[in-house]
């Protein structure tokens, strides 16, 4: 057998009981506050209106967005988000 300590077997057994944090932590404000639009049903057209800004700008955070939340298409981040219930925050 292996021997180990109990500081690192009180680690272990933390982690592993820990919950997983959603990957949308990891979003920025910003790019949290394009996704809560997106998912509640928004255009990018709109959403660059609503938080100032130009629809390229709204383009690239989606963009970023999916890359981070590891999703290949607009629809997949919005079943996402609507999992999530990110339209609720």
């Known amino acids: 057998g292996t021997?180990?300590?109990a500081d690192l077997a009180e680690r272990?057994?933390?982690?592993?009981?820990?919950p997983e944090l959603?990957?949308?932590?990891?979003?920025?404000?910003r790019e949290l506050e394009v996704l809560r639009l997106l998912v509640a049903g928004q255009t990018p057209s709109d959403i660059a209106q609503t938080l100032h800004m130009s629809v390229k700008t709204v383009s690239?955070?989606?963009s970023r967005i999916q890359?981070?939340?590891?999703l290949p298409s607009l629809a997949a981040l919005i079943r996402y988000g609507i999992e999530h219930q990110?339209?609720?925050a």
């Open 86 to 88: 990110i339209d609720k």
């Open 3 to 5: 021997y180990v300590t």
């Open 67 to 70: 890359e981070k939340l590891q």
């Open 22 to 29: 959603p990957r949308h932590t990891d979003l920025s404000d």
């Open 60 to 62: 690239t955070h989606k």
């Open 12 to 18: 272990v057994v933390l982690l592993l009981n820990s």
